[in-house]
């Protein structure tokens, strides 16, 4: 097991997206695929366009570690504790979104 940490907090809506992009999450997970999608500043494009999405219980994510989250293989179960609370939101199976991570 590693010893990687990752926090967040479930989005509600576009300007908690925002916020978060300022704030400087990394990631937000999708509650209904599972997938794991980055986090910019150029925003998503196209068919993959996130930002008009609806992002109720999104969870948006930062890493708190030395590896960033998408090294890790498909599969893999990585703990997510809240960002203001510190418990754990639920132990997520990483499953990258194939648009984010095609290299």
Request: glycine share 10%.
């Amino acid at each position: 097991m590693t010893s990687l940490k990752l926090f967040g907090r479930k989005l509600e809506n576009l300007r908690l997206y925002r916020e978060f992009q300022e704030i400087g999450f990394d990631y937000i997970v999708n509650p209904n695929t599972g997938e794991l999608h980055r986090v910019g500043w150029d925003g998503f494009w196209g068919s993959h366009n996130l930002v008009y999405a609806d992002l109720n219980n999104f969870i948006g994510l930062t890493n708190l570690g030395v590896v960033p989250i998408h090294v890790f293989r498909d599969g893999t179960s990585l703990p997510i504790y809240d960002l203001e609370t510190g418990e754990l939101i639920e132990n997520y199976v990483l499953n990258k979104c194939q648009y984010c991570f095609s290299s």
